[in-house]
């Protein structure tokens, strides 16, 4: 079974001379491997599926580097919306303690009047203290719970109560996972998956976001087995009397294929030379010309056929499929966070 399992896997990622004989014809011969596959002849060239995953494989490498700058400056935005409070209660507290000693100090040897000032403005240090400086009692954590009421952002998201300002100060005081979520609003009737909610959106707050780029990012290729089977879904809705479904799965790996390849380079060339924005432009828009001529040689209709079902499948799959997709991804991020 051992032998097996990992024959299937090395089959899948090893890369030979099929790969260099399906390499041009995938890009300059649309629908001519697709074709060639479904009629018998499929030990000359690569098969659809390993040449789909080697070519992603390659493209997300590559993305995740050129987009290595991008991630940084949107987690970055992102760190600085969510707040710092945390971190100016504490350099308040330092400041604050700093300069109370060092009026203590200066107490000792001040004169009558100048001791009554200084006395007087420790008071008032005294009396604006916060409730961080002891943040380990339970009395403190209840002030700091207390004092936040009537500050931060509030809300309600999910069915849970957010206040910030809350949410902040029992983090900074030590709080446990259930008396964070109790200031949220969860209850034991919300049942377990009301509880991962709502850890979920506390580890969202306290963390500022950090990293969930990343988990975004590694969240795409998965989806994309999921997104292929859609688009030959539309292709079987389209084409109904042309094959069977597993024809127009073959269809799209290869398809999807060319475009992980022509991205990939795509984004190589841009990392050497900067190319204008027209070419990059003329290159994407060469993807869907790309899809119209694949479609006609593998389905052998007439040109004005191909035309509207090219057009009606791009405009269903870019206007349904993939935003609802990316909405599947941020609740898949969210999840796995």
């Given at each position: ?75 970055s935005g992102l760190r600085s919306a969510f707040g710092k409070e945390s971190v100016l209660i504490a350099e308040t507290a330092r400041i604050r303690d700093s300069l109370k000693k060092e009026l203590q100090?200066n107490l000792l040897e001040a004169d009558e009047t100048d001791s009554i000032v200084i006395k007087k403005v420790t008071t008032f240090l005294e009396g604006n203290k916060k409730p961080n400086d002891s ?152 993807m869907l010309i790309y899809l119209y001529i694949s479609l006609k040689h593998f389905y052998e209709q007439g040109y004005f056929k191909t035309f509207f079902k090219s057009f009606f499948l791009i405009f ?22």
């Amino acid at each position: 079974m051992r032998v097996l399992f990992h024959n299937t896997v090395m089959n899948y990622f090893s890369v030979d001379a099929r790969f260099f004989r399906s390499f041009i014809p995938l890009l300059t011969r649309p629908g001519f491997l697709a074709k060639k596959f479904v009629s018998g002849k499929r030990l000359m060239y690569l098969h659809p599926a390993q040449f789909y995953l080697f070519t992603s494989i390659v493209f997300f490498f590559i993305f995740s580097i050129s987009t290595q700058s991008a991630r940084q400056q949107f987690e970055s935005g992102l760190r600085s919306a969510f707040g710092k409070e945390s971190v100016l209660i504490a350099e308040t507290a330092r400041i604050r303690d700093s300069l109370k000693k060092e009026l203590q100090n200066n107490l000792l040897e001040a004169d009558e009047t100048d001791s009554i000032v200084i006395k007087k403005v420790t008071t008032f240090l005294e009396g604006n203290k916060k409730p961080n400086d002891s943040i380990t009692k339970d009395s403190t954590l209840k002030k700091s719970m207390k004092s936040s009421k009537n500050s931060g952002i509030k809300g309600e998201f999910l069915g849970f109560n957010f206040n910030t300002s809350k949410l902040d100060s029992l983090y900074v005081a030590g709080a446990s996972m259930d008396q964070k979520l109790k200031a949220i609003g969860y209850k034991e009737s919300d049942g377990w998956f009301g509880k991962f909610i709502g850890k979920q959106l506390i580890k969202l707050r306290e963390k500022h976001g950090d990293g969930i780029s990343k988990v975004f990012m590694d969240t795409i290729p998965i989806s994309m087995f999921f997104l292929i089977p859609i688009f030959a879904m539309l292709l079987k809705l389209f084409y109904r009397k042309r094959g069977r479904f597993a024809h127009h799965m073959v269809f799209s790996f290869y398809y999807f294929a060319f475009i992980f390849l022509a991205s990939s380079i795509i984004i190589l060339t841009n990392l050497i030379i900067d190319i204008p924005d027209w070419i990059d432009i003329t290159l994407i828009l060469s993807m869907l010309i790309y899809l119209y001529i694949s479609l006609k040689h593998f389905y052998e209709q007439g040109y004005f056929k191909t035309f509207f079902k090219s057009f009606f499948l791009i405009f269903i799959y870019l206007l349904f499929v993939v935003p609802l997709s990316f909405v599947i991804l941020s609740v898949v991020t969210f999840f796995v966070y």
